[in-house]
């Protein structure tokens, strides 16, 4: 079966474009209670924590897991805001290529800054809290993505007033 628009013609959306199976993905944009965001550092790049939709999971629920497993942060000092924006990517495992849609939480943390472990085994070297007066010497290292993410984030949500 093949989406068609109200005129009868084929959908061009980006999954029927690119014609990949789509992964869902699901991770977050941890703020402290000190309003800076928690970046991770894996394959010379930062970046924030996600991770595959297992079956029978949520979006949130994954995003949550995949915090955890990522960064060793505390699940239970762990809380979804909302949801922020999904991003697109093109992936491999193995020898096939995948279309990734990730979803996008905002989280906050109720914990202390060093509450971090770094999941060595995914590649990830370092976690840290970073400063939104500090995040412009990040931008160059950030993945297109995440600097979306970030931005998005930055522009509409960073300043709310808080309680």
């Keep these: 079966m093949t989406d068609k628009d109200e005129t009868g013609n084929k959908n061009l959306n980006l999954k029927n474009t690119?014609?990949?199976?789509?992964?869902?993905?699901?991770?977050?944009?941890?703020?402290?209670h000190s309003?800076?965001?928690?970046?991770?550092?894996?394959r010379g790049k930062w970046d924030m924590p996600k991770g595959r939709v297992e079956s029978k999971q949520s979006k949130p629920e994954a995003a949550m897991r995949e915090v955890q497993e990522e960064t060793g942060?505390?699940?239970d000092k762990l809380t979804i805001e909302g949801k922020l924006v999904s991003t697109w990517h093109t992936t491999r495992h193995g020898n096939k290529k995948y279309l990734k849609k990730t979803h996008w939480y905002l989280m906050k943390y109720d914990g202390d800054d060093d509450d971090v472990?770094?999941?060595?085994?995914e590649g990830i070297v370092e976690c840290r809290w970073v400063p939104l007066?500090?995040?412009?010497?990040?931008?160059?290292?950030?993945?297109?993505?995440?600097?979306?993410?970030?931005?998005?984030?930055?522009?509409?949500?960073?300043?709310?007033?808080?309680n």
């Design 133 to 162: 007066s500090e995040l412009p010497a990040y931008r160059a290292l950030l993945k297109p993505r995440i600097n979306y993410v970030v931005d998005f984030w930055h522009s509409n949500l960073a300043y709310v007033p808080r």
């Design 35 to 42: 309003h800076h965001i928690l970046l991770m550092f894996k």
């Design 117 to 121: 472990s770094p999941q060595i085994e």
């Design 73 to 75: 942060l505390d699940i």
């Design 18 to 32: 690119i014609g990949l199976p789509v992964i869902n993905s699901a991770g977050g944009l941890v703020c402290n």
